[in-house]
């Protein structure tokens, strides 16, 4: 045992305590006590390392600059007295393991300290060194299980929120039977701190015929952005099954944004499709949304059509435009986590350059083929900076000869 008055506590975690020297923080005002806890600790913890304060104030002045295997808490002190001094102790850092020290009169304060989160108590003049021993391995590994729990039980929640947002976020289609277009849709989430983004998208057909597609991305992750993604996708296909198009349905959208957005700053890009059932030309509008990537014949464009800023930015028209969907091509609609991710050159993006180049390295792959070497080629070429730090959506829609 070292006792470390004048040194910091051990840095290593401590995942194996049989291999690993144990660093004690021991808050004691009576130097006598202190000694004797000290040569058990000796005896008991051959490779420990005893930090001995007097105070709640000098202990928080220690925990301040590290953290320790495990506190020794004397629960009478000059500055504190009972359970105030476990309170203070865990308010710094509440996955500190802690073995309370009582005096022989003030036993039923170890017990309440138990019951408040303490993970064992000694009595003082009663403890051996093997007790000792147990009781400060058993606190560590106590507190260990009991974190790993809780942090098990929050990822569980997570995921389980994840998935309820995901499943807002990409809805079942609904085209008639006799639809003439074919959809490949994917969504790739990045999973980055267990975070859902808002990238969502939908498609729905109309009486007359038309297949309306939106491809969106709210800004930001988190289940506030995931959740006014959802209820934009919600609100795009109840205002086209209303009948609004256009610079109205994007307007409406606007308001809709900015009534349930979590903040001012916030905004979405959109990008929305209307294909007749017959003709070469579609209908576009675009709100401060990425491009698209024309899939045709073994070959790839980028198509860009004119179009307003992102909903929320913006307050005046979102213009439709026109652009060509020859028979038998693809146009690839996506948000920008598939190519603001790493190039796999240096620490370059991939940038929308890249995604072309990319798109024209399997342009003779089949549409759902296409789909899936393009996301697995952005994941790839990202995989040495971590991978893919934003959700991914992408959607292609070919219209079969009319």
């Known amino acids: ?46 490779e420990a390392t005893v930090i001995w304060v007097p105070s709640m104030a000098e202990a928080e002045r220690r925990l301040a600059t590290g953290r320790p295997d495990c506190v020794l808490l004397d629960m009478n002190l000059p500055d504190t007295l009972g359970n105030t001094a476990l309170e203070r102790m865990t308010a710094l850092d509440p996955t500190l393991p802690i073995v309370v020290l009582t005096g022989l009169a003030d036993e039923h304060f170890g017990v309440s300290a138990v019951a408040s989160g303490a993970q064992d108590y000694l009595v003082k003049g009663r403890v051996e060194p093997e ?12 507190k260990r299980a009991e974190w790993t729990a809780v942090e ?95 610079t109205d349905r994007m307007r409406e959208l606007n308001r809709i944004l900015q009534a349930e957005r979590a903040g001012t700053g916030i905004f979405a890009t ?23 990537l024309l899939h045709h014949e073994g070959t790839v464009e980028w198509v860009m059509p004119p179009g307003a800023p992102a909903l929320g930015v913006h307050s005046g028209d979102w213009p439709a435009d026109q652009v060509e969907l020859p028979p038998g091509a693809g146009m690839v609609m ?13 620490s370059a993006r991939l940038g929308e350059d890249g995604l072309l180049e990319l798109a024209r390295s399997v342009a003779h792959l089949p549409g759902a083929e296409f789909v899936d070497a393009l996301i697995d080629g952005a994941e790839s070429r990202a995989l040495d900076h971590g991978g893919i730090t934003d959700d991914i959506a992408v959607v292609r829609v070919e219209r079969h000869p009319w």
């Open 270 to 292: 959109v990008m929305s499709l209307a294909i007749p059932p017959a003709g070469p030309l579609i209908n576009a509008v675009r709100a401060g949304h990425p491009g698209m």
């Open 152 to 246: 098990l039980h929050a990822s569980e929640l997570r995921e389980r929120e994840n998935a309820r947002l995901e499943r807002g976020l990409l809805p079942s289609p609904l085209l008639r039977e006799d639809s003439n277009v074919d959809i490949v849709a994917r969504y790739r989430p990045s999973r980055e701190n267990a975070l859902v983004g808002g990238d969502f998208y939908d498609f729905v057909q109309t009486a007359d015929g038309t297949v309306h597609v939106v491809v969106g991305d709210v800004a930001g992750h988190g289940p506030d952005e995931a959740a006014l993604g959802v209820a934009l996708r919600i609100a795009w296909r109840a205002l086209t099954f209303a009948g609004l198009r256009g």
């Open 334 to 346: 996506l948000t920008d986590g598939l190519f603001e991710g790493h190039s796999g050159r240096g």
């Open 1 to 46: 045992m070292r006792r470390g008055d004048d040194a910091g506590f051990a840095p290593a975690p401590v995942d194996d305590t049989r291999h690993h020297r144990l660093s004690l923080l021991l808050v004691e005002d009576d130097p006598g006590d202190a000694v004797l806890v000290e040569e058990l600790v000796a005896d008991a913890l051959t």
């Open 131 to 142: 007790m000792l021993r147990r009781a400060v391995l058993y606190a560590v590994e106590r």
